[in-house]
């Protein structure tokens, strides 16, 4: 499954919006220091960075980190210009000498490029795998992983964010997928396809698709504190029969990677084909309807 497209990743930004939980969101604002220094494992086209200003951030340092170097060229590109668009005072970040800087403070990332501020908040974004990222440094005040931990192998990615915060630092993971497929109106073959799904993903090397709830166990066994856990489905559902913004093209992709994952699946159904054309058909119509089970969770470090 490509997540990575810049489209797709864009698509979902109103389904992201709507699913964030705000009481989780509203408990790590109230937790976080002045001036953070943040990175984010996964930053995709870097849309946490205009949530970071809509939330009030508006100063500190932020680093975003993705595998994918067309997705980190994207969020070069178009970041800067959308938070102009916003009425945000974005500029080139320079160095002492008045040339870009490419300075960066992470390790094995190397030289992010030319990164630039908004506000008081100096942003980069630097193609490099995430966890590595994240073992590399320390002192961060905030790690940040938006639909990421469910990706990777779970402890891992604890032993991996413990490192990379300061005492008492923060982590904040949203969207964490845990194994809850619907889509409506109902058909004959669909508790089949749900699992012949999950257990596609969870075939996959360091995936697990009850990752949310499994999380939650992790991080609640660790010395540090489980400040908060809370809902955030993503729900696509049409008004009438039209969808918001481009999450028609997001629920054409979520079919895509369905049809992916269970075609590639030893687990066979028997009428998936006419599972999807049904479903593509009631997309087109504008009367589908998709839910997916996720969490978000807000860990803070030991204070050592």
């Known amino acids: 499954m490509n997540h990575a497209r810049p489209r797709y990743l864009e698509s979902k930004r109103s389904v992201d919006d709507r699913a964030l939980s705000r009481r989780v969101r509203e408990r790590l604002l109230a937790a976080l220091p002045s001036d953070p220094r943040i990175v984010e494992a996964g930053c995709g086209t870097g849309v946490t960075v205009s949530r970071l200003r809509s939330w009030g951030i508006d100063s500190g340092r932020y680093l975003g980190v993705d595998t994918d170097a067309r997705i980190v060229a994207f969020a070069r590109d178009v970041r800067p210009k959308a938070l102009r668009r916003r009425g945000y005072r974005v500029a080139a970040r320079t160095d ?112 697990d698709v009850r990752a949310g709830r499994h999380l939650i166990e992790l991080l609640g066994r660790r010395a540090g504190t489980l400040l908060a856990v809370g809902s955030s489905d993503w729900i696509v559902r049409p008004r009438g029969s039209r969808y918001p913004a481009d999450e028609r093209y997001f629920l054409s992709r979520i079919l895509g990677f369905v049809e992916e994952a269970v075609g590639s699946s030893s687990h066979s159904v028997d009428g998936f084909d006419s599972w999807l054309a049904t479903r593509r058909e009631q997309l087109a119509a504008g009367s589908l309807t998709y839910v997916a089970h996720q969490y978000d969770l807000l860990y803070r470090a030991p204070e050592r």
């Open 96 to 207: 002492r000498t008045g040339s870009p800087d490419e300075t960066d403070w992470t390790g094995p990332t190397g030289r992010p490029g030319a990164g630039f501020t908004v506000a008081d908040l100096d942003v980069a974004f630097a193609t490099a795998d995430a966890l590595e990222t994240l073992e590399a440094v320390s002192d961060c005040d905030l790690v940040l992983a938006q639909a990421f931990a469910d990706l990777v192998p779970l402890s891992r990615f604890v032993s991996a964010v413990e490192s990379a915060l300061r005492p008492g630092g923060l982590a904040y993971v949203p969207i964490t997928f845990d194994g809850g497929t619907i889509f409506q109106p109902d058909h004959p073959a669909d508790d089949a396809v749900e699992a012949a799904y999950h257990a596609a993903i969870d075939a996959r090397r360091g995936r």
